[in-house]
């Protein structure tokens, strides 16, 4: 997939047999995470078992796409060719709402540099980069205003 303003290629995410469901899922628009049927934990990244139990128990569940800023950084530096039209841009941890030990690495859109913080809340989106569909978080102006 080429970017405005280059013809450089994004690095692609890489589907696995235990990721697929993720990436299926953000293709219409639901934020999915492997779950435990034993010890009823949710899990990210997935795998072949429950990283809390080790039960291979384990089914997909839709989640709220609801939770906070838990860390975050701004890439100023280039770091592949790619994403030069995108700097400065924000990479965040997120913290689900579903469970205090479940994170995700993905990118803060919609918020200015200085405005983002740590317990922001924030909520999903889904971005359409050729042909991935990814999740990327922005500030939850619904959660703010019912606070």
Same mark, same amino acid.
């Given at each position: ?6 013809? $450089? ?11 697929? %469901? %993720? ?11 492997? +779950? &435990?049927?034993? &010890?009823? &934990? ?10 809390? &139990?080790?039960?291979?128990? $384990? @089914? ?18 280039? +770091?592949?060719?790619? %994403? ?5 841009? $924000?990479?965040?941890? !997120? ?7 479940? %994170?995700? $690495? ?11 913080? !740590? ?6 989106? +889904? ?12 500030? @939850? ?7």
């Amino acid at each position: 997939m080429s970017v405005a303003g280059n013809n $450089i290629s994004r690095p692609r995410p890489v589907m696995t047999s235990f990721s697929a %469901f %993720f990436w299926e899922g953000a293709k219409r628009g639901k934020l999915m995470l492997q +779950f &435990c049927g034993v &010890c009823h &934990c949710f899990q990210h990244p997935p795998g072949p078992t429950c990283s809390h &139990c080790g039960s291979d128990a $384990i @089914s997909n569940r839709q989640v709220s796409g609801e939770g906070k800023l838990d860390s975050f950084t701004v890439v100023r530096h280039l +770091f592949h060719p790619a %994403f030069a039209d995108d700097l400065p841009y $924000i990479v965040a941890r !997120v913290q689900l709402e579903e469970q205090a030990d479940v %994170f995700l $690495i993905t990118n803060l859109r919609d918020c200015a540099l200085d405005a983002a913080y !740590v317990g922001m809340p924030v909520s999903v989106m +889904f971005e359409t980069v050729g042909e991935d569909v990814l999740p990327q978080f922005r500030p @939850s102006v619904l959660r703010k205003v019912a606070q």
